[in-house]
């Protein structure tokens, strides 16, 4: 279609900043031709303050109304921990069936990396994102006292599991290297772990051309540091996901360029672009969060709406800003300003 009807959640912190940004380099990437509309939603931590409210039914509502989700990030320290977070962004992810949530990492030419050497970092780690332990069972008993049991369910549905592992079996066909690694905990997580290295092999019958592998967890915390370079699709449960997508991100550039879409495959619901990083408080109205996370985020987006050829050129707007990137520190708007006149150009 020609038309694309955004909504763009700010947030908090930096999140406006970013925000502004990407959308300033979404513009400037797309055909003429292409009507841009975006609504923006007022949630977070100002929100919660005024109202008391999160994510309404209304705001869910008014929200599936478009064709995609930017958001910048969610999250202050002047709301107890979790509630935003479970209030916002979880319930979001929840009610618009975010079962895969992308997270590529490339570490591309120029950028520092922790690591010795420059090693070739390009995978792609698919996170599932509605199961796991983020799914609120659990609870407390004797609550208070020296006896408290605290227990988090980690939910985890044939259902659930085979649709993830199905999505990342595809990408991985669909890459050059053709390799997928199953990353869980098999074997102290029996149950859990038994359920997703069934359905990995069984799915893997139907995918021949694809390279298997699987890790537990700890050891692929190892491999990410030592060898990231065997990496092409990882696929593995909600939790892993989260830590081992941090890990990655801090070897392949940091959170300033890493990128997330959190995605129903079916189109059902919007699905919804954001960058891993959080609202940096500390930093948060100076300029001097990098909004390239949130750019390539946008290049994610672009390419979930099936416009390959705008998500390549902000790619590779990207890789030649962080190619030429100096020494002197510029501000968000200047960084935004060169990714869009790249793009445009
Ligand atoms: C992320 C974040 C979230 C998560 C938090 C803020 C709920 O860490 O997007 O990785 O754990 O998924
Ligand atoms: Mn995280």
């Known amino acids: ?29 797309l055909p003429q031709d292409v009507k841009l509309e975006t ?38 320290p002047s709301v107890p921990s979790g509630v935003l977070e479970r209030g916002f962004l979880l319930k979001l992810r929840f009610a618009f069936d975010h079962h895969v949530n992308l997270r590529p990492s490339r ?28 799914t609120g069972n659990g609870g407390t008993i004797r609550k208070g006292t020296e006896h ?12 659930g599991v085979e649709r993830v592992v199905r999505d990342a079996f595809a990408r991985a066909q669909a890459r050059p290297r053709k390799k997928l690694t199953l990353v869980h905990k098999n074997n102290v997580l029996t149950f859990a772990g038994h359920l997703w290295t069934n359905i990995f092999e069984k799915v893997a019958a ?12 700890d050891a692929a915390t190892i491999f990410l540091v030592t060898d990231p370079a065997r990496f092409d699709v990882i696929v593995t449960d909600n939790l892993f996901g989260d830590i081992i997508t ?30 891993v990083h959080g ?27 099936g416009r390959d050829a705008e998500a390549v050129r902000i790619e590779e707007a990207v890789a030649a800003d962080l190619a030429e990137r100096g020494t002197t520190p510029r501000t968000t708007e200047e960084i935004g300003d060169a990714l869009a006149a790249r793009v445009a150009s």
């Open 1 to 29: 279609s020609h038309s694309i009807n955004l909504a763009v959640i700010p947030g908090d912190g930096i999140g406006q900043e970013v925000v502004t940004q990407g959308l300033k380099v979404l513009s400037a990437a």
């Open 39 to 76: 609504k923006e939603f007022d949630f977070g931590a100002r929100r919660y303050h005024a109202t008391g409210e999160t994510l309404t039914d209304a705001d869910l509502d008014a929200l599936k109304q478009h064709d995609a989700i930017l958001l910048g990030a969610i999250g202050d």
């Open 107 to 134: 570490l591309l030419p120029g950028v520092a990396t922790p690591l010795a050497g420059q090693p070739a970092i390009d995978f792609v780690v698919v996170r599932e994102g509605t199961e796991g332990p983020y």
């Open 148 to 159: 408290e049991v605290a227990t988090e369910v980690s939910v985890n549905t044939a259902f």
């Open 206 to 217: 139907e995918y021949p051309e694809v390279t298997t592998d699987y890790l537990h967890v």
């Open 246 to 275: 941090d890990l990655a991100a801090a070897v392949s550039g940091g959170i300033g360029v890493a990128a997330s879409g959190n995605i129903n495959p079916s189109r059902e619901f919007p699905s919804m672009f954001e960058p």
């Open 279 to 305: 609202s940096a408080p500390d930093i948060a109205g100076q300029g001097k969060a990098d909004p390239t996370a949130t750019v390539l985020s946008v290049a994610l987006l672009l390419r979930h709406l």
